[in-house]
């Protein structure tokens, strides 16, 4: 798989998120085709019959994978994973272990598709500690932010390997030739930061691409392709912004929406409005990447549509094929992974 | 001064900022009256003529300071106040030093005034470290976080101050009377985040109104009226926000420009959106405060129109009528500072 053929199967946890199965089956109808096959994985009955009621009947590119659990949003992640082996999220995982999928894709329990991802898929030979990477748009073009929340704290060896990561993803994934590296930090001057910040920056000075610290504003100004930052203060950036998107269009609809003129411009600039948000949407951009596995796994949002689901879906697919584990195995100068 | 009479004076450095002195000239006479003087600090002949040019003369409410030096912004902060103690920065901070005024503002180099203030004014007996607190918009009203970028780094003894002073800046300066104070963490439970905010939480237990963590989008959901947090992580989040607000409104701009009906629309909507920004944007909300010196210093955007600096100077004001530093002192439960 991977490099000799163009055929990928991505494992998907059917039963993850907050309107599964339906959303998982409509995103694996999308998505699937030729060349990517979608394994659902859960409860079969339930979702042959949403599978038959959404197309008729299931297609040759949908395989059904039954798994006899699933984990509650309210359970602890790591415990459930390893008290339930054949949940959903579990399974899809092995599934990618075992060399079935080339990916696996959950819009469920973040932390027990980490959980999960960790302990099935092992670690790429090299990678001290894998991290998440999100895609997040610039008036640029995407960027990718990592680590957004893998592990709680960084140590300044970690960041050249978060580096290197994100910038393999920006190339395999994105299509981005020659990423650019920034540091997040307080200050565009080498020198600013915390200690962690000031360590890291010397261990960067050879990084391919670096361009030194960038600041909390220039994500959205896409002064770098790839951001990389401690796992705490990544996860809390990453919510703040769209904790930000959601606010400003909160405040934007009710300004608005308040004198006669503005329901009328409103109607007019819905249109052109709804494009943007394509653009500027979180879901849109297919969720959070765990890097550094054998496999990819890819973590969508809780509340993810069919459409944000095929996204990671697709995405997924895409950093198969690119083969972006053999890449980060080469890069490590270690052994090669195998590749499927 | 203070709390016997309602009389405050509030040192504005003229020089500081991208277009000074003309905006710092127009914050002054827009803010000054028969309860708020100002001190205009600078180039006396400079200000003077920008005065009368802007006035026809010179208010009762205003005096001229004359400083025979400033600082650029491609200086160092602290070495510049150093070596130029005459330069209209650290004027502003001495005057309240001696008592002559009762807040310092400047919209000039962030570092410098953070410099000057920890040099001039001092710290409240009791306090370990002063902090910057920021106002940040939310749906249900302002929000006040700190640290935004006093110290690179908090131990977790220092989250208690952090959150006392936020909690009396909350109700002193923006009249909150109960103020909810949440800790920036990457999950809502207890033992979430990294070893500095889990041995941080235990500290605040006790803190009056504290409601646990908060994550990154709940800041502009308001879930509490005071977030606190290292001064690295509040400064990257408070320029993620910034950023964030400016992709939007450029996207925004740029979607909706492109049809002819989403041009008419603009049209319509942009009277509401014009008030909205009154609400989102930082510029309004008067900068930064550092919180924990004896008298207050306000920190402007460089950028900072004379709308912007007036308010800065009114809600300086606002928090040396309140009389913040004595009710610091108070809750450290140390010798009450003198009030003025």
């Not at 960790?118 to 008036?139: F, N, Q």
Request: some cysteine.
């Amino acid at each position: 798989m991977g490099r000799e053929s163009n055929r990928v199967a991505v494992a998907l946890d059917a039963m993850g998120g907050d309107a599964a199965p339906l959303e998982p089956v409509r995103g694996a109808l999308l998505a699937s085709g030729p060349e990517l096959s979608v394994l659902l994985v859960g409860d079969a009955a339930q979702i042959e019959a949403e599978v038959v009621r959404q197309a008729g009947s299931v297609p040759a590119s949908i395989e059904i994978v039954p798994a006899a659990e699933r984990i509650a949003s309210e359970e602890e992640g790591a415990r459930a994973v390893r008290a339930k082996p054949d949940s959903s999220v579990a399974l899809a995982c092995r599934l990618v272990g075992e060399g079935r999928a080339q990916a696996a894709v959950s819009a469920g329990h973040t932390g027990a598709m980490l959980a999960a991802a960790t302990l099935y898929m092992r670690r790429v030979p090299g990678v001290i500690r894998p991290a998440i990477a999100v895609v997040i748009p610039s008036v640029r073009g995407q960027v990718v932010l990592l680590d957004a929340g893998a592990s709680a704290e960084a140590r300044p060896e970690h960041y050249p390997q978060y580096a290197m990561m994100g910038r393999l993803f920006a190339q395999d994934v994105l299509g981005i030739p020659e990423p650019r590296v920034g540091l997040l930090s307080i200050g565009e001057e080498e020198g600013r930061g915390n200690e962690t910040v000031q360590a890291a920056y010397a261990l960067l000075r050879d990084t391919p691409g670096f361009v030194g610290n960038v600041e909390g504003r220039d994500i959205n100004r896409g002064l770098s392709d790839v951001v990389v930052t401690d796992g705490f203060t990544g996860n809390v950036v990453l919510k703040a912004l769209e904790g930000a998107a959601w606010y400003l269009m909160t405040e934007m609809r009710s300004a608005v929406t308040r004198t006669l003129p503005g329901r009328v411009g409103a109607l007019l600039v819905r249109p052109s409005l709804r494009r943007m948000r394509q653009h500027v949407d979180p879901e849109n951009y297919g969720g959070a990447y765990l890097l550094g596995v054998r496999g990819l796994a890819v973590i969508g949002h809780g509340n993810s549509s069919g459409e944000g689901i095929a996204n990671a879906v697709r995405l997924a697919a895409q950093g198969a094929r690119g083969d972006l584990v053999t890449h980060f195995a080469a890069a490590l100068g270690a052994e090669r992974a195998p590749s499927a």
